[in-house]
């Protein structure tokens, strides 16, 4: 037994003065190189110009952080192709953050002081971006999430406005603006429902905007009840519903359980439309709800790959040729992801992290895949969203929601 | 009108609870253990039938004997592999062996599927019958039916056959049973496997009637089929049934009165209030422990 305690005791020791040589290293070639770079930030115009993309590689939502990563990838070749950005060609760090906290931190900070990159896609859940804000506040490193919809990966608590984050998604607050808007004007409703995920911000975020809408608008919400996460009952609650007799219902959540909503809800004979946000945005949905329980359902999502707009079937066809596939909302968040830093870059005084945050700060109808961009004050893109309807389990371009 | 439709939903919801719930006091009533794994036979029963039916293209009732087979000869296993040596052992090492079983039951699930859910296969094309008013779908009639018949089963093996009236003798006595020449070992393990088989039953029925399944499923129908169990008088088998159908039952009447959030506290509330004010369970009797 001692034994083995010495050997764990001088085990961690070693392991400590390891790390402590670590950071001591990283620490001296960053100063090393940081006084470097200033020294000829404008003399190398031939130099590529590297930008990180700290995304989910692996692990739980490793779907969405490859997707964003497969879409940023298509938009670098594109404009590698084209002669890069005034003759500089551009450079795509991927680095996996394992869909952890934690690890998202440390890749940004290898990205931000190892890579020296001008500007990185923060990673694809709302969760692990806020987790690189930090860094990217810290080194002048602006940093653009594709999908991170919470409020609080720009803005702080306190309203504050974190410098250095951006993102090309829209916010969760407004889905539910549009869903109202929506239901009101196209669906012509006036008694509601809505049956929210309680256990998730991002539904109740999206349940409190479509509420305070609709009733703007002279609608009346009849009910308003709320399920957990991983239930699998809710035939009692929607039979409460019914009784309640609304033309149209609401249901922010996620696919898996929104899924046996939809199912059961049509088993008990409420055939009034229904309708949700991105968190539906799943194959697995279909085959939880089964295509007809589907139809008469709307959702609000970033982008339709079925939308007839021309430099949206081009960007179709650019990413079927690739990769085999049509482009989903994330493959199109990443695309625009990085067009949106190139835009920022070609109206920057200099390739640096201070003079790239301000012109992305600045962005004005900047036209992209997943709609025309104008930034506000708190660096959340102005832009239209996308109505889609399922027909017999397959999503439908409807139509698009001006904010 | 909705009065009725939430008593339908009830008692769909209970009836599954009412299949677990039965194969968890078979075992205690037997040997005393609670068995946490049950939960998780129910998972792996769920499971076998969504192979059986999506990649083997079975039909329903034949994927249904067949979870019900593999779920006996798994529950079998569990009791010779992790509980037969601690027969002897205190009660409370035999409850963390059966808690650690349950954690090895759903983590290897994980580890060979990962923790994705599964939706399953449409068995049967969803037909409602409109009765005044009240949807009654063709799922839920098959789901009370099945579950009907397996009771009925139950209590005609328990009751009827000789495997039965040993299952009693044991219950009752098990020493005694002994010197009666009944063989205890293979009593026992008849009793998990008839309780295994109930929850591989109630493991398809629920993936058919609630589509969704996944390895982390059996956890909290587990633990409601255990407060079901405790409900009706743990060890009585009439009374885990009652128990399900009143806490299903019961959950529904809470979310029908709009507070679907409580559902799950009800139950344990249930749990709480049964043991501090008729510990025996509505159908146990009040029996002196002697001293």
């Not at chain 1, 020294?39 to 130099?47: I, L, Q, R």
């Not at chain 2, 039916?145 to 009751?159: D, E, R, W």
């Not at chain 2, 019961?250 to 979310?255: D, F, K, L, Q």
Request: net charge negative; proline share 3%; hydrophobic share 45%.
């Amino acid at each position: 037994m001692k034994k083995f305690a010495s050997l764990f005791l001088a085990s961690t020791l070693l392991a400590g003065v390891l790390a402590g040589c670590g950071t001591t290293d990283d620490s001296s070639s960053s100063s090393s190189s940081s006084s470097s770079s200033t020294g000829d930030g404008g003399s190398s115009s031939s130099e590529v110009i590297k930008i990180g993309a700290n995304l989910e590689l692996s692990g739980g939502v490793a779907s969405y952080g490859s997707s964003i990563g497969d879409g940023a990838v298509l938009a670098i070749e594109e404009i590698n192709a084209a002669g890069g950005i005034d003759g500089r060609l551009l450079e795509l760090i991927k680095v996996d953050n394992k869909s952890e906290n934690s690890e998202a931190t440390t890749a940004a900070i290898r990205l931000a002081e190892q890579e020296k990159v001008v500007a990185m896609l923060a990673p694809a859940t709302s969760g692990n971006s806020v987790a690189t804000v930090q860094i990217a506040n810290q080194y002048k490193v602006p940093i653009v999430t594709g999908s991170g919809t919470a409020p609080n990966v720009t803005v702080n608590e306190d309203g504050s406005v974190n410098e250095y984050a951006f993102r090309t998604c829209f916010i969760d607050p407004f889905q539910g603006t549009v869903a109202a808007n929506f239901a009101a004007d196209e669906l012509d409703v006036k008694n509601v429902a809505i049956f929210a995920d309680n256990a998730s911000d991002y539904a109740k975020g999206l349940a409190a905007s479509f509420k305070e809408t609709i009733t703007g608008k002279g609608g009346n919400v009849v009910a308003e009840e709320a399920y957990v996460a991983k239930d699998t009952d809710f035939r009692s609650t929607l039979t409460r519903i019914k009784a309640a007799n609304p033309d149209f219902i609401f249901i922010p959540g996620y696919y898996e359980e929104v899924g046996l909503i939809v199912k059961q809800a049509r088993e008990l004979g409420i055939d009034v439309p229904l309708m949700g946000a991105d968190g539906w945005d799943s194959p697995t949905l279909v085959d939880l709800a089964g295509a007809d329980a589907l139809n008469n359902t709307y959702i609000i999502n970033h982008y339709s790959s079925e939308d007839p707009d021309a430099t949206i079937q081009e960007f179709v066809e650019a990413f079927k040729g690739k990769y085999n596939q049509a482009p989903n909302a994330f493959h199109a968040l990443g695309y625009d992801s990085i067009y949106f830093i190139k835009d920022a870059i070609e109206r920057a005084d200099e390739v640096t992290g201070e003079a790239i945050q301000k012109a992305l700060a600045s962005t004005k109808d900047l036209s992209l895949i997943t709609g025309t961009f104008t930034v506000d004050e708190n660096h959340n893109p102005v832009k239209s969203a996308t109505v889609l309807e399922f027909v017999d389990g397959k999503q439908v371009f409807n139509s698009k929601v001006n904010p | 009108m909705e009065w009725i439709q939430q008593l339908v939903n009830g008692i769909s919801l209970g009836s599954i609870y009412a299949l677990i719930a039965l194969g968890y006091t078979m075992v205690y009533g037997i040997i005393k253990l609670i068995n946490f794994a049950h939960g998780d036979v129910f998972m792996l029963g769920a499971f076998i039938g969504f192979y059986a039916i999506a990649r083997w293209e079975m039909n329903f009732f034949l994927a249904l004997i067949m979870a019900m087979m593999l779920c006996a000869v798994i529950g079998v296993i569990i009791e010779r592999v992790a509980y037969k040596r601690l027969r002897s052992a205190t009660r409370i090492a035999a409850l963390i062996t059966a808690i650690g079983v349950s954690l090895l039951i759903e983590y290897t699930v994980i580890f060979f599927r990962g923790s994705s859910p599964e939706a399953y296969p449409t068995v049967f094309a969803a037909k409602n019958f409109d009765i005044f008013g009240v949807q009654i779908s063709t799922q839920s009639i098959l789901i009370l039916s099945v579950s009907i018949v397996l009771m009925v089963l139950l209590q005609f093996i328990v009751h009827q056959t000789k495997i039965g009236k040993a299952m009693r003798a044991v219950s009752h006595d098990a020493d005694a049973a002994k010197l009666m020449g009944i063989n205890v070992d293979n009593t026992i393990s008849a009793t998990f496997a008839i309780g295994s088989a109930l929850a591989g039953a109630a493991g398809v029925i629920f993936g058919v009637y609630y589509t969704r399944i996944d390895p982390l499923m059996g956890v909290l129908p587990g633990l409601k089929a255990f407060v079901a169990a405790v409900l009706g008088g743990i060890g009585i088998i009439p009374g885990a049934m009652t128990g399900g159908l009143v806490l299903g039952v019961v959950e529904t009447i809470v979310s029908a009165l709009g507070y679907s959030l409580w559902r799950d506290a009800a139950a344990f509330v249930i749990l709480i209030l049964i043991l501090i004010l008729r510990p025996a369970g509505i159908f146990g009797k009040n029996t002196r422990e002697k001293v």
